[in-house]
Every structure is written in structure tokens, then in C-alpha cells.
């Protein structure tokens, strides 16, 4: 009899376990040496919580809004490519999951199914997240479908112009399947001898020239709130403001993007200082632990997302496993809040971190 995992590392291990090295590989990868991968982690380790004593935690409130929708924990599903490599039921048991624990899943533009198979798989808020194709019109394609389906919000993903050198997947020669979203749209059958077909992929249709302006041209295309993924630096967060998104994710793209880029908590503070206020601040990269959420919401954070871990919950035990990751981390979370004196969110302030 298997031991049930009791943290959302030792999901990771189970996924190893369940998966062709490829696949894990995929997953678990970043870009390069995979220094800002480990970063990612390592960076939460250097925060401490200063916990308060003596406040009435008889009873605690995790639920939160993020754009006026009321979810259970501030915990989304970030939006990951692919899971029907990690899952026969792919994002439709990761979909499921999600509203089963009353949260809110991105959907990956580069999902394995459909935005309509999702969409009718359960009721439930989702957000759908985006690249920008050469062709534009790919894209607008992609966005009216979620609208019409019900998504309540779109996610662009703004740091890749180009993929990330994720040597893993090059060595492995990682193969992507068809993804079925773009059927009659545009071919993603890519070969490639030198490595990854992935990387063939996106050097031929994601578009290098994406720039400020063209948010404009996203908002014109939709009536759904439009957030930004990819921020780093308190410059791109006040353009951001300038341009007018409704949101910004911190996230260095789970560390598959630029090595070396900073760890997402080490400069979600300073993004958050730059906002003043003016939209929702989400964070992404790294979160392992409650404890971890815990630095993130006390830093300025209204919610964070998580990706790998959903994966490997996913990968693990299906629709159940991701359910499990979800409530492992709210559980902690709960904790958390209880030893450091937080009944609500709202009592989560910047003087519990040091």
C-alpha cells in the first residue's frame, strides 16, 4: 500500500515516478544553467515570518476576489501547457479540479484540450491565457472562442517573443503533440533534427515584434479584462498601468524564459510599490509551501498561481491528485495564518515577513 504523499514535494517525486522522463523532464525544466529555476524556490527559503501572539485565530478566513470573482483560497491554477502529457484527461480533470476546491483555472493557450471541451467539462470561473501569433488573426480566433465560452478574463503572456533554451527538451528531442485548439487554423507539426519541436514551433509563429501598442489592439478584440503575465521590473509594471491592463502577474515564466532573470518573490515587492494599488497584483513561481503563499500575500501579492505543482498532482493521481496539491496548500496556508496571528487575509501585512 503507498504511503499518501503529505506535502506538494512529494507529489513531485510521485510524478516522477509516473512519467517518461521526456514528459518530466518538460515539466520540470528551465531555461539554461536552471539557476533562476532554483532561485525560484531557494528565494522564499531567505524570508522569515515574524509571527504575532495572543490574537483570536478560533476562527480563519482563507476566501479572497480577485476581478470581483470569489474564490475559496487566494491559490489559482497558473496556465501550463500540455497536460494530457502528464494525464490521459488532461485539462479537463485539471478544469474539474479547480472548481471542485472553488478556485480559478488559467487555461494555457497551448492546452491539449479544446477551450470548448473545457469550458463544457464543469461550471467554473476561468481565465484563458494567450501568446500573440504572427498571424493575428490565429489569436483574436483563440480570444473570441473563450469569450463566447464563458472565460472571464485573458491572460497574455508577454515574455516570449522567443522560447526560452530549455536544453532538457533538446536533448530529449521533446515532441509535442497536435494541440487541438488550433485545428483549421495553423499546423503545429514541427520537425526538427537539432532538438526540440517545441522550440520550432514558437520560433515560427510566436511574434517577436509584440510591443506596448499592441495591448491596445488586444483590448479592441475583447470586451474580458485583459492581464499582463511576465512583469519584473517596477518600469514595465507602471507602463503596464499606463496602457491600462486590468492586472499584472509577476512570473518569470516558472524560470523557462531569460537565466538569471531574479527570482519572482525577490521583486514582487518592488512591483507591487509601483502599482500603488491600481490593479490586482498576482504572483507566480516557486510556491511550494502555505508557507511560501503566506511571504507572497504578506509582500503585496492578492493571489498566487501554481504550476508545476498542479502538474505533478496531475500527473500523480489525475482530477484527485490536483485536488490534493490545492488543498495541501490551503491547508498550510490555514496554518500559517493561525501560528502568525492572521484570521483573515486582510490581517496578512508587510510587517509579518522580515
Known amino acids: ?9 512529494e507529489f513531485q517525486e510521485l510524478a516522477r515516478q509516473a512519467l517518461p522522463k521526456m514528459y518530466y523532464d518538460y515539466y520540470r525544466g528551465g531555461a539554461e544553467d536552471e539557476h533562476t529555476l532554483k532561485e525560484n524556490v531557494e528565494a522564499f527559503r531567505r524570508i522569515t515570518i515574524r509571527p504575532r501572539i495572543l490574537v ?32 490521459p484527461e488532461g485539462e479537463v480533470a485539471t478544469a474539474r479540479a479547480a472548481a471542485a476546491c472553488n478556485t480559478i483555472m488559467i487555461l494555457s493557450y497551448m492546452s491539449t484540450c479544446t477551450v470548448e471541451e473545457v469550458a463544457s467539462s464543469c461550471n467554473g470561473v476561468r481565465f484563458f491565457q494567450i501568446y500573440v501569433y504572427k498571424k493575428r488573426d490565429v489569436t483574436a480566433n483563440l ?8 472565460y472571464k478574463a485573458i491572460v497574455l503572456t508577454v515574455d516570449t517573443p522567443r522560447l526560452g533554451r530549455r536544453e532538457k527538451d533538446i536533448k530529449n528531442k521533446m ?11 495553423i499546423s503545429t507539426a514541427f520537425s526538427s533534427d537539432d532538438g526540440s519541436n517545441i522550440e520550432e514551433f514558437a520560433k515560427s509563429t510566436f511574434d517577436a515584434s509584440l510591443s506596448w501598442k499592441d495591448i491596445g489592439w488586444l483590448r479592441s478584440i475583447t470586451n474580458l479584462p485583459v492581464l499582463i503575465k511576465g512583469v519584473l521590473t517596477h518600469e514595465d509594471a507602471i507602463k503596464a498601468v499606463e496602457v491600462g491592463v486590468d492586472g499584472i502577474v509577476v512570473s518569470n515564466h ?9 527570482s519572482t518573490i525577490s521583486v514582487l515587492e518592488e512591483v507591487v510599490g ?36 498542479a502538474v505533478y498532482g496531475l500527473a500523480a493521481k489525475g482530477e484527485y491528485g490536483v485536488k490534493r496539491v490545492i488543498k495541501m496548500l490551503k491547508d498550510e496556508l490555514e496554518l500559517t495564518m493561525a501560528l502568525s496571528g492572521c484570521p483573515t487575509l486582510n490581517h496578512i501585512s508587510r510587517s509579518h515577513v522580515s
Open 274 to 309: 509601483a502599482v500603488k494599488g491600481k490593479v490586482p497584483v498576482l504572483f507566480d513561481g516557486g510556491i511550494r509551501r502555505g508557507t511560501d503563499v503566506f511571504k507572497a500575500l504578506a509582500l503585496g501579492a492578492q493571489a498566487v498561481l501554481i504550476g508545476r505543482p
Open 143 to 150: 480570444v473570441q472562442r473563450a469569450e463566447s465560452c464563458g
Open 175 to 185: 515532441i509535442a503533440p497536435q494541440l487541438k485548439n488550433f485545428e483549421g487554423l
Open 56 to 87: 483570536d485565530v478560533s476562527r480563519t478566513d482563507l476566501s479572497t476576489t480577485v476581478l470581483g470573482y470569489k474564490i475559496s483560497a487566494p491559490i489559482l491554477i497558473a496556465p501550463t501547457a500540455m497536460h494530457k502529457l502528464a494525464h
Open 1 to 9: 500500500m503507498e504511503t499518501e504523499p503529505v506535502n506538494v514535494n
Open 254 to 262: 516558472g524560470a523557462r524564459q531569460l537565466d538569471y532573470a531574479p
